[in-house]
């Protein structure tokens, strides 16, 4: 069983430019999750998705961050305007219900130049 | 969400059971123990969770005290590849508030050969 996908693993971006990253949960999950690890820091909760409904973006910057989880396709977390601070890993995650264990891919690594 | 305190760090022996602990002293009734962790560079894996009884399965126990204060993730046979940061979480039943893993420091496990 394919477990969940995010690409690409590694992302360079220059300072400005705009960053797409992507998530496509386990199958039969339709519950996403977006968290964030910056350097030598603890992950952080950003988002949590329905089919194409937010449901808690508590956790997402007020600016430059979006995230939208279509009928058809994966998740999409985008980034516009990249900073130098905007450089983490990206951890996406699925469930099968807002009361079922979150299960990881292995994230998307996002680097600033 | 309940705050959680873990050891930072500790040490087990290969082949021998390797007990976390963890302390949530003021968790809530519909708040569940979840336990991750994390290999360096990947995504967190789920090991197990449970609300108030003991769990096993697989990959390990879960231990939890009658008055819900504290648990203890119990690896019955450790490995070098369980060295990991584990996480101790406690999440709330709800779907909004629910959905988002709070993760602390964690307790980075070193197996030793």
């Known amino acids: 069983n394919a477990g969940v996908m995010q690409n690409p693993r590694h992302l360079v971006r220059r300072r400005g430019q705009e960053a797409r990253l992507r998530c496509s949960p386990m199958?039969?999950?339709?519950?996403v999750y977006w968290y964030r690890q910056l350097p030598e820091e603890g992950l952080k909760f950003m988002v949590y998705?329905?089919?194409?409904?937010?449901?808690?973006e508590s956790g997402m910057p007020k600016e430059r961050f979006s995230a939208e989880f279509p009928k058809e396709g994966p998740s999409i977390l985008r980034i516009q305007q990249v900073v130098r601070g905007d450089s983490a890993a990206y951890f996406c995650?699925?469930?099968?219900?807002?009361?079922?264990?979150?299960?990881f891919g292995d994230g998307t690594r996002l680097s600033i130049l | 969400d309940a705050k959680t305190t873990q050891p930072p760090s500790m040490d087990c022996a290969e082949g021998r059971a390797a007990n976390l602990p963890c302390n949530h002293s003021t968790i809530s009734g519909n708040e569940y123990v979840y336990w991750y962790r994390q290999i360096h560079s990947q995504g967190p894996q789920y090991i197990i969770h449970?609300?108030?009884n003991n769990e096993t399965n697989e990959m390990a126990s879960l231990i939890i005290t009658e008055d819900r204060k504290s648990s203890t993730l119990i690896l019955p046979h450790a490995t070098l590849r369980d060295t990991a940061v584990y996480y101790c979480i406690v999440r709330v039943a709800g779907e909004t508030s629910g959905s988002r893993l709070t993760f602390g420091e964690g307790t980075q496990l070193t197996v030793n050969p």
């Open positions: 995650a699925s469930s099968q219900g807002w009361d079922q264990p979150q299960h």
């Open positions: 199958k039969g999950h339709s519950h």
């Open positions: 449970g609300l108030k």
């Open positions: 998705l329905q089919k194409e409904n937010i449901i808690d």
